[in-house]
């Protein structure tokens, strides 16, 4: 079955530090990556997606990930955190079914 | 630009209840999805329609039904409700010549007492 693995399910990061969530994907075959925002009772939000394109995507809100094919991996980076993005994060997979496995999701929690 | 819309948004009713929930794709999109979300919990695909025939099936009950109508809306029909279907209910909708997007609506949260 097709998974997607995020550790941690809450990440702290101080006010204008990187931002990085890790996402790992098992499968041998490239699968189609995405990273999802939910807002606080409210649905997901697309950031950015892979789909065999360019490996280095970039998404709204200053956010960008890199797909690496060796190390199975679709990491969320953004160069500086602001309180805005306190927000949860995940990252879904899909292997064109079209369904979306998603990972357990990221808190992430910005320190003033 | 135009969302997805579900309906109702909040919805409380009693175990062994039946309840309908509502979802209106983004105009031309074909497709639908449905996903549940538990407290604390990552989306989990339920079942998905294109073109009003279902498409892919996923960990849905046997006690829930859904279809997708000649307007693409869908609805997700849940009967006997459990204490344990309280969640989230997310619809999604997507184009055939963007199979892998998917937009999300707002979700209907369900409360079962």
């Known amino acids: 079955a097709q998974s997607v693995t995020q550790l941690g399910s809450h990440v702290s990061v101080s006010e204008g530090a990187l931002v990085l969530l890790r996402c790992n994907y098992s499968s041998s075959v490239p699968p189609y990556l995405f990273w999802y925002v939910q807002y606080p009772n409210q649905g997901l939000q697309l950031l950015l997606k892979?789909?065999?394109?360019?490996?280095l995507v970039k998404g709204i809100n200053g956010f960008e990930a890199e797909f690496k094919k060796s190390e199975t991996s679709f990491h969320l980076t953004k160069p500086s955190a602001h309180m805005s993005d306190e927000d949860e994060y995940f990252c879904a997979v899909s292997y064109g079914n079209n369904r979306l496995a998603f990972g357990k999701g990221n808190q992430v929690v910005v320190i003033p | 630009a135009a969302g997805v819309i579900q309906s109702p948004r909040h919805l409380i009713k009693e175990k062994r209840e039946t309840a309908t929930l509502k979802c209106y794709p983004i105009p031309r999109h074909d497709t639908v999805y449905w996903y549940q979300q538990g407290p604390g919990q990552d989306p989990q695909f339920l079942i998905s329609f294109y073109e009003k025939m279902q498409s892919d099936k996923g960990s849905i009950p046997d006690r829930f039904s859904a279809q997708q109508f000649s307007d693409y809306h869908s609805e997700l029909n849940m009967s006997s409700l459990e204490l344990g279907d309280s969640a989230l209910y997310f619809c999604a909708s997507s184009s055939s010549s963007l199979a892998y997007e998917q937009y999300f609506g707002p979700g209907t949260r369900l409360t079962v007492t």
């Open positions: 892979y789909t065999s394109a360019a490996t």
